[in-house]
Nanobody, 123 residues
Framework: QVQLVESGGGLVQAGGSLRLSCAAS????????MAWFRQAPGKEREFVSA????????YYADSVKGRFTISRDTAKNTLYLQMNSLKPEDTAVYYC????????????????WGQGTQVTVSS
C-alpha cells in the first residue's frame, strides 16, 4: 500500500509561482512512476505531468509545457511540481498519483492517489 500526501497549494496572482510537493510512504513507492493530475470545477480530471521512477523520463501536457517542471527526490520519497508563470486557467485541485506499472498519461493506469491540494490563480 502507498500513501500520498500533497502540500504547497494556495492562492497566487497570475504570473506567480508555486511548488507542490507529494510525500509518498510505502515500501516500494520510490520505484513507481508518478504523476500530477488536476481537476477544475465542472471539468474532468486531466493529466499534467508524469515522471519515471528514475526521473530520467518526463511527460507534460501541452498546456503546461515550458512553465511547469516535475521532479522527484527518491531519497526523500517526494514528488514535486514547480509551477511558474501561472495562469487563471491553472486553477484546480492538483492530485499526485503513483502506479506499479509503466509511465503513462492516462489516469486509469494509476493505482494510488493523494487527497489533492487546491491551487487558485487570480487574474
Amino acid at each position: 500500500q502507498v500513501q500520498l500526501v500533497e502540500s504547497g497549494g494556495g492562492l497566487v496572482q497570475a504570473g506567480g509561482s508555486l511548488r507542490l510537493s507529494c510525500a509518498a510512504s510505502g515500501r516500494t513507492s520510490s520505484s513507481y512512476p508518478m504523476a500530477w493530475f488536476r481537476q477544475a470545477p465542472g471539468k474532468e480530471r486531466e493529466f499534467v505531468s508524469a515522471i519515471s521512477w528514475s526521473g530520467g523520463t518526463t511527460y507534460y501536457a501541452d498546456s503546461v509545457k515550458g512553465r511547469f517542471t516535475i521532479s522527484r527526490d527518491t531519497a526523500k520519497n517526494t514528488l514535486y511540481l514547480q509551477m511558474n508563470s501561472l495562469k487563471p486557467e491553472d486553477t484546480a485541485v492538483y492530485y499526485c498519483a503513483a502506479n506499479q506499472g509503466w509511465l503513462a498519461r492516462a489516469s486509469n493506469v494509476y493505482d494510488y492517489w493523494g487527497q489533492g491540494t487546491q491551487v487558485t490563480v487570480s487574474s
